[in-house]
C-alpha cells in the first residue's frame, strides 16, 4: 500500500483528528510501535490496520504509553491489533536481533550508530559493553570487526537471555560474552584494566557510571563511546556542554582526554539530541 499513515487515513479520520495523529512510528521486526494520542484512543484498533495495511510483513501493533523509563528502560505498550505478540526477529545491516518489545529495551533508528562504532573496533581489541541490552552493539561489532571479544552486561535477565539467543542466532558465540548484573559492580569485581574499549549506550545516566568506564580500560590508553542526552536552543551547538562535562569528569577520575570527536546520532524531541562523544582517554596514575 502506498502512502503515508496520514493518507491512508484521510477517510476514516477527521481533519482534526488527523491533526494530532504522530506520523512516525517505530517498525521493530513484524511489530508496530506507534504513539497515539489520547484523542484518537477509540480509532486505535483503525490506526493499527492502517499500519499493517501500509507494512504487509507487520503482523501486531503496540501503543506505547510512556517513553521509555526505569532501569531497564522499557516502555509501557498496549496491544492495539494483529497478532497479540511482542517476541520478534528484528533484521537490519546484515544480522538478526531477536527481542521482546514490552520486555527489553530496543531502537530500530540507532542501526547507523551500531555499524559507526562496528567501524571503530579494531582488531584484537577487547570490548566492554557496558549497558548491551538484547547485544544489539555487540552483535555489529561481533560481525563487522576484528574486536577479538566484547563483553556486554546487562542488568535486565530478559534482555541477558535474548542476547545469548541473538549470539546463537548470528554465530558469534565465544566473540560476545554476555554477563547479567550492574555494570559498575561487574567491572569493580572483574574487568579492571581490560578494555581497550568502553561503550556506555545508556543516555540518561552514563555520565554516573564514567568512572566505572575508566577503570575498565587497560592502561595507558583506550576509547569511550559515551552517550547522552542534551537540549540545545536554534543555532546552539548541543555537543558543546556534553563535551566540557565529560572532559571535567574524566579529569577527575584520573584520565586525560587524547582526543575526543562528537556527533548528534538524532534529534528525539524539539530542540532535544542525542550526543555521541568518541573519547580517547589516557589513564594518569
Ligand atoms: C538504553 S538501553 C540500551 C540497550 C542496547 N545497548 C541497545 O541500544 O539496544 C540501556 C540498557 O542498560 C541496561 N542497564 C541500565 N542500568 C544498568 C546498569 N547499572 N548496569 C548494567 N546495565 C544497565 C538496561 O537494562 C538497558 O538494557
Redesign the pocket.
Known amino acids: 500500500m502506498k502512502g503515508d499513515l496520514k493518507s491512508i487515513l484521510s477517510k476514516r479520520l477527521n481533519s482534526d483528528e488527523l491533526e494530532v495523529l504522530i506520523k512516525s512510528y517505530d517498525i521493530i521486526g513484524d511489530i508496530g510501535v506507534i504513539r497515539i494520542p489520547e484523542e484518537l484512543s477509540e480509532h486505535k484498533a483503525t490506526i493499527a490496520g492502517a499500519i499493517m495495511l501500509q507494512h504487509k510483513h507487520v503482523k501486531a501493533v503496540w501503543r506505547q504509553s510512556s517513553p521509555?523509563s526505569g532501569?531497564?528502560?522499557?516502555r509501557s505498550l498496549e496491544w492495539v491489533g494483529g497478532e497479540k505478540r511482542a517476541q520478534t526477529i528484528h533484521k537490519e545491516n546484515g544480522y538478526s536481533l531477536k527481542v521482546d518489545v514490552q520486555e527489553?529495551?530496543?531502537?530500530p533508528r540507532?542501526g547507523a550508530e551500531?555499524m559507526r562504532i562496528a567501524g571503530l573496533a579494531e582488531d584484537s581489541e577487547l570490548v566492554v559493553?557496558?549497558?548491551?541490552?538484547?547485544?544489539?552493539?555487540?552483535i555489529a561489532i561481533g560481525k563487522y570487526s576484528g574486536a577479538r571479544k566484547t563483553i556486554s552486561?546487562?542488568?535486565?535477565p530478559v534482555?541477558i537471555n535474548y542476547m545469548k539467543e541473538n549470539i546463537l542466532l548470528n554465530r558469534l558465540v565465544g566473540k560476545i560474552l554476555p554477563i547479567h548484573?550492574?555494570?559498575?559492580t561487574?567491572i569493580e569485581n572483574s574487568l579492571k584494566e581490560l578494555a581497550d574499549r568502553v561503550?556506555m549506550?545508556?543516555?540518561?545516566?552514563a555520565f554516573e557510571?564514567l568512572d566505572s568506564a575508566v577503570a575498565a580500560i587497560r592502561p595507558p590508553r583506550g576509547w569511550i563511546h559515551y552517550y547522552e542526552f542534551e537540549h540545545a536552543c536554534k543555532g546552539e551547538d548541543p555537543t558543546k556542554a556534553v563535551k566540557q562535562r565529560v572532559a571535567d569528569r574524566l579529569k577527575d577520575c584520573s584520565a586525560k582526554v587524547v582526543d575526543m570527536h562528537s556527533r548528534i546520532v538524532r534529534q528525539t524531541g524539539p530542540n532535544w539530541y542525542q550526543i555521541a562523544l568518541d573519547v580517547q582517554v589516557e589513564k594518569q596514575e
Not at 532501569?71 to 522499557?74: L, Q
Open positions: 521509555v532501569p531497564y528502560r522499557v527489553c529495551y530496543f531502537s540507532l551500531r559493553n557496558m549497558f548491551a541490552g538484547v547485544g544489539s552493539y555487540s552486561i546487562d542488568i535486565n534482555a548484573g550492574d555494570a559498575r561487574t561503550l549506550p545508556l543516555p540518561h545516566e557510571y
